[in-house]
């Protein structure tokens, strides 16, 4: 079993910047590929992004592209997700969450959840 703690939302004007943390325990962590997804009210969650096991590999979605950087540290068993340039759109709780699978597709079950934070861009 794995436990996902986010941290780090909040609000935030257009243009500024937040840093997502998601710390993780249980199951090792470094055998997991970790994700974020977001879901705005009213809406579908939608996936942000996926880093591999070791943080060399990286994919996002088109919608934050240049904008949102996924990174782990897996001594501190910890994914951040920098986001830059944020914009009224991206407001939405973001989740994090871990997969066994090691695939980069972003359509791939995930097995844990995290319980989500909520970002808040004010235009």
């Known amino acids: 079993q794995v436990q996902l703690v986010e941290s780090g939302g909040g609000l935030v004007q257009a243009g500024g910047s937040l840093r997502l943390s998601c710390a993780a325990s249980?199951?090792?962590?470094?055998?997991?590929?970790m994700g974020w997804f977001r879901q705005a009210p009213g809406k579908e969650r939608e996936f942000v992004g996926k880093?591999?096991?070791?943080?060399?590999?990286?994919y996002y979605a088109d919608f934050v592209k240049g904008r949102f950087t996924i990174s782990r540290d897996n001594a501190k068993n910890t994914v951040y997700l920098q986001m830059n340039s944020l914009k009224f759109e991206d407001t939405a709780v973001y989740y994090c969450a871990a997969s066994r699978i090691a695939t980069m597709n972003p359509t791939v079950r995930m097995d844990y959840w995290g319980q989500g934070t909520q970002v808040t861009v004010s235009s």
């Open positions: 880093v591999n096991w070791s943080g060399g590999i990286t």
């Open positions: 249980g199951r090792t962590f470094s055998s997991l590929y």
